[in-house]
């Protein structure tokens, strides 16, 4: 069964940092790209950045300078390392993964980023 378990979510000061975790079980994580996603209240959930099994990556423009994704295929974790955060940061952010053409998600972790 594939579950996913988010943390690292908390308050923070503008231009502070938070390091999201995301671990994965249930499934071959080393052959799977896994992905970030941020929901605001009132708005779609939007993909913040990605990683695949090669370590490509892609991040969202407002976030590219500022956010690294990275992987630990050994702890089967992903991360999201957040630098310089911005109240428009702010939100629930969760890990996915696609596994034979089914997402899954984490539960979710809050983060708020205060002006």
């Known amino acids: 069964q594939v579950h996913l378990v988010d943390s690292?979510?908390?308050l923070v000061s503008s231009g502070g940092s938070l390091r999201l975790s995301c671990v994965g079980s249930g499934f071959p994580f080393r052959e799977h790209a896994m992905n970030w996603y941020?929901?605001?209240p009132g708005k779609a959930r939007e993909l913040v950045a990605t990683i695949d099994r090669y370590t490509n990556t892609y991040y969202k423009n407002s976030v590219k300078g500022?956010?690294?994704i990275s992987r630990d295929d050994a702890k089967k974790t992903t991360y999201l390392q957040m630098n310089n955060?911005?109240?428009e940061d702010t939100g629930v952010y969760s890990c996915k993964v696609n596994v034979v053409g089914?997402?899954?998600w984490g539960q979710g972790t809050q983060v708020t980023?205060?002006?």
């Open 85 to 87: 955060l911005k109240p």
């Open 8 to 10: 690292g979510g908390g």
């Open 38 to 40: 941020r929901q605001v």
């Open 113 to 115: 980023v205060s002006s």
């Open 66 to 68: 500022r956010f690294t």
């Open 102 to 104: 089914r997402d899954y």
